[in-house]
């Protein structure tokens, strides 16, 4: 179970992979840098971004990874906006893109989030988020998620669709996959015996990441599961159902 000093072992593109969801009504579509939908030299197309669109599942559309269209465009992070060209490299046509499926809701455009654990709800949380004592040393931390019970093994899944960001170790937390969900939101699976999900694989709500194990700085088999809006911790169930 993490303390606060726990260290991210992530890169520093990574620290800001929090994603925002093509959809908002409000965004001012970019001026189009292209206005051919073929490259001239055949070397790819232009995809012209609509409304549910995300850039996981333009990048499954046409089989070229994120990282591959963030480079050939230029992206810092995957915020893509309504109206805006991409620059798919090495596709041949333009492809239809399914939308996203509707995952957030009145306040203020959040991730909801699915339990990580089938059959879970608030009953089933062993210690909360916030501070508390330490259950290793007895001091006094801030606690930055949930620690849910949960049997050796049990199948962990994701809690929206989205990106593994980070799938390895790290100080304190054992084996640890994130998701990164859009919306500038990540969620944080910690404790695992094992992940079976990659760095760039596209996840969807309800697939497996992972099983619960007691990897790390841990009494005994859990779930500690966070979740992250702007690289800030935030109470879990203030996001689940």
Same mark, same amino acid.
């Given at each position: 179970?993490?303390?606060?000093?726990?260290?991210?072992?992530?890169?520093?593109?990574?620290?800001?992979?929090?994603?925002?969801?093509?959809?908002?009504?409000?965004?001012?579509?970019?001026?189009?840098?292209?206005?051919?939908?073929?490259?001239?030299?055949?070397?790819?197309?232009?995809?012209?971004? !609509?409304?549910?669109?995300? &850039?996981?599942?333009?990048?499954?559309?046409?089989?070229?990874?994120?990282?591959?269209?963030?480079?050939?465009?230029?992206?810092?992070?995957?915020?893509?906006?309504?109206?805006?060209?991409?620059?798919?490299?090495?596709?041949?046509?333009?492809?239809?893109?399914?939308?996203?499926?509707? !995952?957030?809701?009145?306040?203020?455009?959040?991730?909801?989030?699915?339990?990580?654990?089938?059959?879970?709800?608030?009953?089933?949380?062993?210690?909360?988020?916030?501070?508390?004592?330490?259950?290793?040393?007895?001091?006094?931390?801030?606690?930055?998620? &949930?620690?849910?019970?949960?049997?050796?093994?049990?199948?962990?899944?994701?809690?929206? !669709?989205?990106?593994?960001?980070?799938?390895?170790?790290?100080?304190?937390?054992?084996?640890?996959?994130?998701?990164?969900?859009?919306?500038?939101?990540?969620?944080?699976?910690?404790?695992?015996?094992?992940?079976?999900?990659?760095?760039?694989?596209?996840?969807?709500?309800?697939?497996?990441?992972?099983?619960?194990?007691?990897?790390?700085?841990?009494?005994?088999?859990?779930?500690?599961?966070?979740?992250?809006?702007?690289?800030?911790?935030?109470?879990? &169930?203030?996001?689940?159902?």
């Amino acid at each position: 179970m993490p303390r606060t000093g726990g260290r991210w072992r992530l890169a520093p593109a990574l620290a800001l992979a929090a994603a925002l969801a093509v959809g908002a009504t409000s965004c001012t579509p970019l001026e189009p840098r292209h206005r051919s939908v073929t490259a001239p030299d055949g070397s790819g197309v232009y995809h012209v971004v !609509e409304r549910g669109q995300t &850039l996981y599942r333009i990048s499954r559309a046409y089989g070229v990874s994120v990282t591959e269209i963030k480079e050939a465009n230029g992206l810092g992070d995957n915020t893509i906006l309504v109206g805006q060209r991409l620059f798919i490299p090495g596709a041949a046509r333009v492809a239809e893109v399914a939308a996203r499926e509707e !995952e957030s809701d009145d306040r203020g455009g959040e991730v909801v989030l699915a339990w990580p654990l089938a059959g879970r709800n608030e009953a089933s949380v062993r210690s909360g988020f916030g501070r508390r004592s330490d259950p290793i040393n007895g001091a006094t931390a801030f606690h930055q998620g &949930l620690d849910i019970e949960a049997a050796r093994d049990e199948r962990v899944l994701a809690t929206a !669709e989205g990106e593994v960001v980070f799938a390895s170790t790290m100080s304190g937390y054992g084996t640890v996959v994130m998701v990164d969900h859009g919306s500038r939101t990540i969620t944080l699976y910690a404790h695992l015996s094992r992940a079976v999900v990659r760095l760039e694989e596209v996840v969807t709500r309800g697939q497996t990441v992972g099983y619960v194990g007691s990897d790390g700085r841990a009494t005994g088999p859990h779930l500690h599961f966070e979740v992250r809006v702007k690289g800030v911790p935030v109470d879990p &169930l203030d996001r689940l159902p």
